[in-house]
């Protein structure tokens, strides 16, 4: 499955962006999908992961309360909706898919990587 990540851009703190992750080539419906994000100089770490089975999700706790992430099975796309953005948010983000339909933030469980959108908040 081949991953698109979109939705990237400059924003001032306090703002909102949303993330897209659209899946071609197979459709979502036998993983689980997540979003990480890498800062520079940074390892990359686990921001949210939705089942496609079920829609059950599961968060970072550094965006619990400002991020939601969500799934379109129509579109066969996933979307992180991040409200009260901060400087600290700003990173690539990238969107994983897991065939072992983990949710977890162990990178290894994910098969299937997008390229990655930039996100970057301003103070």
């Known amino acids: 499955v081949q991953l698109q990540a979109s939705g990237g851009g400059l924003v001032q703190a306090g703002g909102s962006l949303r993330l897209s992750c659209a899946a071609s080539?197979?459709?979502?419906?036998?993983?689980?999908v997540a979003w990480f994000r890498q800062a520079p100089g940074k390892e990359r770490e686990f921001v949210a992961a939705v089942s496609w089975s079920d829609g059950s999700t599961y968060y970072a706790d550094s965006v619990k309360g400002r991020f939601t992430i969500s799934k379109n099975s129509a579109e066969n796309t996933v979307y992180l909706q991040m409200n009260s953005l901060k400087p600290e948010d700003t990173a690539v983000y990238y969107c994983a898919a897991s065939s072992l339909r983990y949710q977890g933030p162990d990178k290894s469980r994910y098969d299937y990587w997008g390229q990655g959108t930039q996100v970057t908040v301003s103070s």
């Open positions: 080539g197979r459709t979502f419906r036998r993983y689980s």
